[in-house]
């Protein structure tokens, strides 16, 4: 009988452990709330910034919360949507926001190669006259949003 609730308790762990880390992995956090991948993709970002004659952009907790809990959303929804974009819009207090939004790429630089053979996504991320960002990946859903 002890086994078999050592066995039961042992499912439960691995059950928490696999959910706990498969949607939300562990990863070195800045001060800003930027993870690893995070990091990696505004790295892409700003260096095709550079190179099209553009500022780098710099991260900002506010943005990077607001584009964790989008993220957070879709993956609950199983679905990637820009909803709700004109309330992340007017909780950034900025006058300029872009947004990209991505499932299903294995890891940050296809994620943003997909955006840059995209006319839309392309776009956002040249954009003129913003200057920081926030970019969360919950699960498979990676949110970018950038605002003047």
Not at 139 to 148: D, L, Q
Request: aromatic share 12%; net charge positive; proline share 2%.
């Amino acid at each position: 009988m002890r086994l078999k609730s050592f066995r039961s308790f042992l499912w439960a762990a691995l059950a928490l452990w696999w959910t706990v880390g498969g949607v939300l992995p562990a990863r070195a956090m800045e001060e800003d709330g930027s993870t690893l991948y995070a990091r990696t993709l505004l790295e892409q970002i700003n260096n095709y910034r550079q190179v099209n004659g553009l500022a780098p952009l710099r991260f900002d907790a506010g943005l990077t919360r607001l584009a964790k809990n989008h993220s957070f959303a879709m993956f609950q929804q199983k679905r990637m949507s820009h909803r709700n974009f004109d309330e992340r819009f007017e909780r950034s207090g900025s006058r300029l926001c872009v947004e990209n939004v991505g499932w299903n790429y294995s890891n940050p630089l296809k994620q943003f190669d997909a955006w840059r053979h995209s006319s839309g996504h392309d776009e956002n991320m040249l954009k003129d006259g913003v200057s920081k960002a926030g970019i969360a990946e919950i699960g498979k859903y990676v949110t970018f949003f950038a605002c003047k």
